[in-house]
């Protein structure tokens, strides 16, 4: 039964159940029994293992094909009717030919399935920040995961009601055929198909494909953003509250960051860091001209390779109760999920995530091929299970940004952190962001490439205009955040990471607020931009070894806060041939300038 007068939504379902002619078609209502009867079918069907109900209560495993664990960028396309619109960092198919060619692969594809139709809301429902999206899926696996990722079910009809615009999303498995698998967005009308896979960031349509890449075009057009962020609130001892929205590329860290737990010293004085979001951020500019950011989504999609009671407590917190763990171990001891990095301890009684005996005798570090876990497994927790959620989590307004910051993985020439001059040298700060390659997408892992913004594989349109949006945006506000870049990865000579990271990133983030204060704390301007002073970043009651009896002193400081202005003119180089051979000719006169000014700051005088 259709719970919907909209005939759009009408339309739309009728029409795709035409195309893949499923044998039976279900409204998704959010309500728990028809979530249950749902869980209860894909366990008996094994798409679903459900583990220890005292442990992990309602948990369960699930395992996708080998060919299908991460997203596929180079079968992800932007079908824009001129090939220009999408620009040169994405792949372009004629929106014609897309849907020609989808609709082809989807014909009867869900022929003795079910379709599943999935309203949701990307935001509040109520919020100026929500939209809607349609999902329809032949998966159980998908609705389950949307159910946690986003505010999902029949008052996302409701507030459609009968005429209104919502973003179509056709999801279907087909034979999870790699050589067929297509993730399509088509902008312009407001559109996503993806076939022939299983694995989230290329199914869970609401997540990367609407909330960055479509909501990334839509927010251009109508003056907001798009960003694939975290958003964390710290609050002081005297109760004030600052908020922080923060880029990194996939599997860099956002989810640690977003949850930290700050050194004990801090706790002892009273700071409390809270999460608002592990990975995407909607900002828009508000009556106060600041900018005000939400987290669009409802749950975490983390990485759970590293994950433990030290790294990340609040995360593993978070998936103590209705989680959904994706391609990780199955430890048959007691029903419950492992993963490398969980516990020192190796466990003897294992099912690796491609559903073999796993032998922990064969384990080696350096060897991925011998883990239990793959390495871009994840965990799909609901954001209420989060020990540190903000309060502000579900407001409708969103929260104040007092400072963005940009992040990579980069062993060598970016210091820790540093401030960028203004808005617009900021915004050239994230345009030459690269970072090492991770598991979350196919292809090989630790290869050095530009990632502007963390959005290389996310932005909806060309990345000149998008960096001309930013521009633009910064015109809009009278009081923009400041913009940061950090850097936890750096490596001494012999490959040690020289910064603990994890909840001493706080040490960082403290002085970034001091430089957001109205009287901010003095810097060092360098040719890059401003750097503490070495003294500035609090390092007492510090207790890490770089190495073998190699404490972390303030010398480590100083060298990590270093710009070898050498180093940085050779970065320069590759900046400007980045700009000339894959941005082209719609980069802002803005960031030219900087660039400009970068290689001047750094040229031997
Ligand atoms: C993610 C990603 O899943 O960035 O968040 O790949
Ligand atoms: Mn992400």
Not at 47 to 67: A, F, G
Not at 151 to 173: E, N, S, T, V, W
Not at 523 to 548: F, H, K, L, N, R
């Amino acid at each position: 039964m259709a719970f919907t007068k909209n005939k759009k939504v009408l339309n739309f379902v009728a029409e795709s159940a035409e195309l893949t002619q499923p044998d039976k078609i279900v409204w998704i209502t959010g309500d728990a029994a028809q979530l249950d009867r749902l869980k209860a079918e894909a366990v008996a069907s094994g798409e679903l293992i459900k583990l220890n109900e005292n442990l992990l209560p309602d948990c369960y495993l699930h395992r996708t094909k080998v060919n299908d664990v991460a997203r596929v960028e180079d079968r992800t396309f932007i079908c824009t009717q001129k090939k220009e619109d999408a620009g040169p960092i994405n792949y372009w198919m004629d929106p014609r030919q897309a849907y020609e060619l989808t609709h082809e692969i989807a014909r009867g594809s869900m022929k003795g399935r079910t379709m599943y139709v999935i309203p949701y809301a990307m935001g509040v429902p109520g919020s100026d920040f929500a939209k809607i999206g349609i999902e329809l899926t032949d998966s159980i696996y998908v609705v389950l995961n949307m159910n946690i990722m986003t505010r999902m079910g029949k008052q996302c009809l409701d507030a459609l009601g009968k005429d209104g615009d919502f973003i179509k999303g056709l999801h279907a498995k087909c034979d999870v055929d790699a050589e067929k698998r297509y993730i399509m967005h088509f902008p312009e009308d407001n559109t996503i198909i993806s076939v022939n896979s299983a694995y989230g960031g290329n199914v869970l349509l609401g997540k990367k494909c609407f909330a960055l890449r479509i909501a990334s075009y839509l927010g251009k057009n109508e003056g907001w953003m798009a960003e694939h962020m975290l958003i964390l609130g710290i609050t002081y001892p005297d109760g004030v509250k600052k908020y922080v929205a923060a880029a990194f590329p996939s599997a860099c860290g956002k989810t640690n960051l977003a949850m930290l737990i700050p050194p004990k010293h801090y706790l002892d004085k009273g700071y409390k860091v809270e999460c608002v979001g592990d990975d995407i951020a909607w900002i828009r500019v508000g009556d106060d001209g600041r900018l005000w950011a939400v987290n669009p989504e409802n749950g975490f999609f983390g990485v759970a390779p590293g994950t433990n009671e030290h790294s990340n407590y609040n995360a593993l917190q978070s998936t103590k109760r209705g989680a959904i763990f994706t391609n990780v171990a199955l430890n048959t001891d007691d029903m419950t999920v492992w993963w490398e990095g969980l516990t020192k301890e190796l466990p003897q009684n294992v099912i690796d995530w491609t559903g073999k005996p796993w032998n922990p005798a064969k384990f080696d570090k350096k060897d991925k091929s011998t883990y239990a876990a793959h390495p871009n497994s994840r965990f799909t927790a609901p954001a209420a299970n989060c020990p540190c959620l903000s309060p502000e989590f579900n407001s409708l307004t969103g929260v104040p940004l007092s400072a963005i910051i940009f992040g990579g993985r980069r062993a060598s020439t970016t210091p820790l952190v540093y401030q960028s001059r203004d808005w617009n040298h900021g915004v050239f700060i994230g345009s030459i962001m690269s970072s090492e390659t991770t598991a979350a997408a196919t292809g090989a892992t630790g290869v050095l490439r530009h990632d502007p913004m963390a959005m290389k594989p996310f932005i909806g349109y060309h990345v000149g205009d998008y960096f001309k949006h930013w521009i633009e945006m910064g015109k809009k506000v009278k009081n923009p955040p400041k913009i940061f870049n950090v850097n936890w990865f750096r490596q001494d000579e012999h490959g040690n990471f020289m910064w603990p990271g994890f909840g001493d990133n706080m040490r960082v983030l403290e002085w970034i607020l001091k430089r957001c204060d109205d009287n901010p704390v003095d810097a060092q301007e360098t040719a890059i931009g401003y750097v503490p002073y070495p003294e500035d970043i609090d390092i007492s009651e510090m207790d890490y070894e770089i190495s073998e009896g190699k404490k972390f002193g303030i010398e480590d400081l100083k060298s990590i806060l270093a710009v070898d202005k050498a180093k940085w003119a050779k970065e320069a180089e590759e900046i400007e041939a980045y700009y000339k051979n894959s941005i082209g000719s719609r980069i802002p006169k803005e960031l030219t300038d900087s660039l400009e000014t970068l290689k001047n700051n750094c040229a031997e005088k």
